[in-house]
């Protein structure tokens, strides 16, 4: 951590900062300029309060150097995760894929789409079953019985399951009936359910915030690691930007930021990312291309009776076509599909 | 509702949208032009399931005319909301005045930042305990044991008291403790969180999300609302944006949008939206001016020992000073301070 | 300027960087931490390459500590600058209205709203001549004849005038009929006319480029001023983001931020930020309590057939209403209006 | 074009309107809904004053149904534009690579560059001789100089050559030497020059705006053909957003909606869209899987001594090898490299 002297700062403020960080138990460099103090700091920051230095009026900025996550961090870890979930596996040797639904309709429509999934070669079910909407007035889930077909789907598929929770509640249930747990974009920062979903030690797939940087996003990935989930995979959804011909604007040089920071292995979800079926192919190879570890895609057997984001999901037909020119991209970044 | 069909949507395309659309108990009135066909709704959305009609290959866009909030929707409640906060008012006829310590630290120092407060005119004293930080490993508010001395501050000066809450559980302690319920900027869009927070019926602020648009802002108190509380007042914080200057970039536009399309109270944080202790007056000034119809400003006994966000923080010196230089900028407002 | 050396560099790799920049003829302080080796740089930074120096391997970061801009700079004049324009002032004493038509369009409507502008306050007539429209189908301006009308209206009233300049070419007209250049927002970065506008020596208004950053806002003043003109004002007129409820996001506190980096003045203008007439007057009392030099008000006398941007206009009673409401604000904020 | 009337728009204000509309030789197609009335506008829009509508006191809203940009419009030209740049061609087939150095600074340099851009399979050479820089102090381009060791180098390898220009007077000399010109982002919407360099029948690249939406950017690529030459290419160099770990954000996403509204072909620019030399090659990858017909990539000699933008430069060693790495991606998408 670097700390830059405001130009008219006194000898005196100088003093009483350095007091400040040696009396928490760490050391200082000061470098003395003809424009402006700087006093580095070296040690352990957890010690420190940084808003309280921040806060001072000598002080002009607070330049941190070191990262704050650790159990996500690639410089402690510096082998990528790999990890199983169910019967599959995510990590830097195969190229996962998590298809189905947005929302959980009925148990016939669940099973007729893990069927055709499965058969294209997607190792994973997705399905929604408590859906995060806009408005309370849209369809907002099955619920538990929603769960309940995602198992059943399982059973009879040995496909393994993953779904969105948005409560303590809601995780409670699904621990009982899903392989992987879900944090959606809207709930990325919500630390309360970072940790229930954390005390779980289910595998965790934590989408990332509508407006989140990146550093924020591995933040809230040591969240749960801190709370005793290991196993997370950090999903690319699109961020917010003033663009408006996509629904989000997917950001792929993440996908390279993230090889550079962490061992957690990303997944790229191009459906909701540009919210616009023919755009799901060209961004799903795009992701391949620059490293992505999986890809979630929306599959449904009615598009345009979806009772959830009908105008990005696939049709089976589709979803074949998209698996089968995955394939020699998949093949030529050297990971199994 | 108006659906643009494509360019080259064929008539039969156009009759299954409007037997779609009339199956469901809706009018349509068809426009046939030179270049693309346009078919507009009539009647009640919520009985249409507008995600298969944008699913329609055939279907080029969907141009929303109504809002999908009632409660908080000034259409239908066209005089400006006022309710009561114990024994202070939030409404067009005052200027409230929200103020407090970031994070609640001691009972001692609580109660001596209440007296200032109070003494500067804030009416209500805003004090965290349970803390969302980005960071597993940062301050993560003192809980319960802050809520209780809220009360005692609360108790001893007279002050009505507003909290933030993150999860359920911080929800069934805050009543017992606080006289209004706030939701930060991070859990806007935890819809679990507001179902709860709705259900007390106690008052809400409803703080923006980081990069949340204003419909969507609104959607979120209609949540609240439909849910049981009436009484939900809106804080701007400032929103993301590429600007760095400044922590968020606040945005008082927004303040003139709110008055046009909801009867609910809008509050202004100049403390959060910039994080920097010299903006907070001109920007208090500014959201007075243009119609605000409170202010959340942050009040530290010693900013430079705050265990949170201590930069923005003002001293009771400065915020007495505030509070002076604002009073005859309400007064121009009409409103009393 | 501070570098910051990767975890993993050498002491070569550091002797290099410091021989580097020695050579260049500054001073360096090494501070060296368990966990990062960080070199601070003194002197005279432009006779240093910071872009080699970044693109070393063993460079993390630099760190910029002091500005690149120095004539617009507080530091080195930290007096306000106040200037002349024709017959009237824009500085910390007065609050300049400079108001008119978006686009000018006859010398009678030019005449006609230059009365009724005077009347009501305004001392700068705005009109444009070369209008920057995204479609190359648009009407583009009345060019040198736009030009010639705003003279006559200036020399019948006695008002100033400004009109915005799009090319070198344009430059060379207006010098011959107006008392200020303006250069748009989509020009901030046209550093050819940057210099071809400073070389006039008029008054400059440099309004903020769509995502500009304040720091690349004030070094565009920068170009401008190390070509000649010292009086340029800038220009605050809503930024890009993602909320689509306002043309742009009005981003005032930039306002407070160029206060205290720069001693150039500031205009704010509503019209342009928010795009709708009923925004205009609220975001005007609030650029003047939140310490604005200016404002620029679109007034047309017909905005309903206005040749550009008809929705933001005000009609001469609306104007003169703002004008009204205005006043009390600028009283309270000490300048003359 | 549909026009949204007001909830509260009497019978008179839609009379007026569509008086207003067919007054202009247009026809309406009136839909009067129980909550809204919507006038849909048929016939040729170039007619009709769109701003001055949107400025009538009961218009809501004016959606746009169709483009403004007609020859840039895939709707009217339907097939993929291919076209020659000296002896290489840019289109469907190719996979047109773009590289050099940011900045011309010796003939040396560029010869030297030159010949192992080509070795490794290059067929443009780009290198800006007219440089847009943040700072009036930083190296600002050779000019005329830097143009004529471009000339030299592109007589010696038989590469074509590209070039920034940033005034009226850099298009005259920039004819004289190179083989295509580049507008870059600052100047996406420096209109004048547009139709300069329109004017001059040379293909040209136009780089996206820093901010530019997708649509402003077609418009701009139709100020240049209105104004003569046909061959224009769109260059992603990444858009502007709240993520700082890149240097701006790379919207690949882009490509894909390009494909799709323009025939014109698309070039990505990984170099500039990251400012991070590790991310070049995944992401070129990337670009070339979901659709770029080209990319340009920043080459230097000597990275670390460039005069500008040496961070994201590639050494030649590192170009072979993302060049030798990118082959089978062009292969798969059928593309000659």
């Given at each position: 951590m670097i700390i830059v002297m405001k130009q008219d700062a006194a000898k005196d403020d100088v003093t009483k900062i350095v007091a400040k960080i040696e009396n928490a138990g760490l050391k200082t460099h000061l470098s003395v300029g003809e424009e402006v103090t700087i006093v580095g700091v070296i040690g352990d920051k957890t010690k420190l309060d940084v808003d309280a230095i921040a806060a001072e009026n000598s002080v002009q900025k607070v330049v941190p150097i070191t990262e704050s996550y650790k159990l996500a961090n690639k410089k402690f870890h510096p082998e990528p995760t790999s990890f199983a979930v169910k019967n599959t596996f995510i990590g830097p040797d195969n190229l996962t894929i998590m298809s189905g639904p947005c929302a959980v309709e009925t148990e016939e429509q669940l099973l007729c789409i893990a069927r055709a999934v499965k058969k294209a070669g997607a190792t994973i079910l997705r399905g929604g079953?408590?859906?995060?909407?806009?408005?309370?007035?849209?369809?907002?889930?099955?619920?538990?019985?929603?769960?309940?077909?995602?198992?059943?789907?399982?059973?009879?598929?040995?496909?393994?399951t993953i779904c969105e929770v948005t409560s303590a509640h809601a995780v409670e249930s699904a621990v009982k009936y899903v392989s992987m747990l879900?944090?959606?974009?809207?709930n990325m920062q919500n630390f309360e359910l970072l940790k229930e979903v954390g005390k779980t030690g289910l595998p965790v797939l934590l989408k990332r915030g509508l407006s989140a940087t990146i550093d924020e996003w591995l933040n809230a990935a040591?969240?749960?690691?801190?709370?005793?989930?290991?196993n997370v995979a950090l999903c690319e959804r699109g961020i917010r930007t003033y663009e408006t011909s996509t629904r989000n604007t997917l950001d792929l040089s993440a996908v390279c930021v993230l090889k550079e920071r962490t061992h957690l292995p990303v997944i790229v979800d191009p459906s909701h990312a540009t919210g616009v079926r023919s755009y799901v192919e060209p961004l799903a190879k795009a992701a391949v291309a620059c490293g992505a570890d999986g890809l979630m895609i929306e599959v449904h057997n009615d598009p345009a009776h979806a009772l959830s984001d009908g105008p990005q999901?696939?049709?089976?037909?589709?979803?074949?076509?998209?698996?089968?020119?995955?394939?020699?991209?998949?093949?030529?970044?050297?990971?199994?599909?």
């Open positions: 079953a408590y859906k995060p909407r806009t408005s309370p007035y849209s369809f907002q889930g099955l619920e538990e019985e929603g769960l309940r077909y995602m198992k059943t789907a399982s059973d009879e598929t040995g496909l393994a879900q944090v959606g974009a809207r040591e969240y749960i690691m801190a709370s005793g989930s290991q999901s696939l049709t089976f037909e589709q979803f074949d076509s998209v698996m089968e020119h995955i394939r020699p991209y998949a093949k030529l970044a050297g990971r199994t599909l």
